[in-house]
C-alpha cells in the first residue's frame, strides 16, 4: 500500500498550553496514569464512550498507549492526554481526529476523569485544539458530535459558541447497545470564535 508521506511529515506540535490545562500526545509512561484515571471513572464513561471496561491492567493501558503512539506517528488519529497545567496531574484524554486530510475537516472527541469534571480543562482542550487546527493544519472544519442525551458533553461545544448543525435521529448504536440520536456541531474558519 502507497504511503501517503506529505500526511505523515505533516509536523505537529509537542504541547498545547491553556491557563488550566496542558494537551500533549501519549508517552508509554503515562501509563499507570491512564490505568487509574479510568479505573476511577467506569461508571462515568460506560454510557457514552467505548473503553469503560478497558484499562484492566496497566499493562493494558501501555498497549492501548502504543496503540496512540503509533497512530500519532503516521498521523492517522492525534490522540492526546490533558494535566493540569499546575500541578502536571493527568486529568483525561481528548484527541484531533482526521476525517478528511484533503480538506482540512477534523474532528475533537473527549473525557476527563470523574475526579476532574467541572473544572473547564475539557473546554480550554478544545479550544487549543480548535485553535491549533485552524491555524497550523488549515482545517476548513472541526466538528464534535454526541449522543442526543450526553447533556455534559453538549454543553462543551455550546459553551464555545460551536454551530449546532444537526440532530442526527436513530443513526447510531450507544454503547449499552440501544440506537441513539446524536447531535452535531462544527466550526469552520469564518465563524466568531470563543464568544
Ligand atoms: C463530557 C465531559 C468531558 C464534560 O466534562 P466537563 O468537566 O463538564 O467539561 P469542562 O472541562 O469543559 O468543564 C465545564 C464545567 O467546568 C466549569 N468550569 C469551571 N471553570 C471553567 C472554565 N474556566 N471554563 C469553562 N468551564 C469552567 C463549568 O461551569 C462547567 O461546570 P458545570 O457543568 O457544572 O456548569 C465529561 O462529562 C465526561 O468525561 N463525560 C464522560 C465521557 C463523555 O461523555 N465524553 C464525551 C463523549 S461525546
Known sequence: MPINTTRILTPLFEELRGERVLVRPYREDDAAALYEAVAESREHIRPWLPFADEHQTV??????IRHFISNW???????????????????G?????????????FEIGYWVRKSAEGKGYISEAVKLLTDYAFASLQANRVMIRCDARNNRSA??????????????????????????STLVFSLTPDDPRWP
Request: net charge negative.
Open 73 to 91: 506517528l503516521v498521523r492517522e488519529e492525534m490522540t492526546v492526554a490533558l494535566f493540569d497545567a499546575q500541578t502536571g496531574q493527568y486529568a
Open 59 to 64: 499493562e493494558e493501558s501501555l498497549a492501548v
Open 93 to 105: 484524554g481528548s484527541g484531533l481526529h482526521p476525517r478528511n486530510w484533503e480538506i482540512g475537516f
Open 155 to 180: 454543553a462543551v461545544p455550546r459553551r464555545l459558541g460551536f454551530v449546532e448543525e444537526a440532530l442526527l435521529r436513530n443513526d447510531s448504536i450507544a454503547t449499552d447497545g440501544t440506537i441513539r
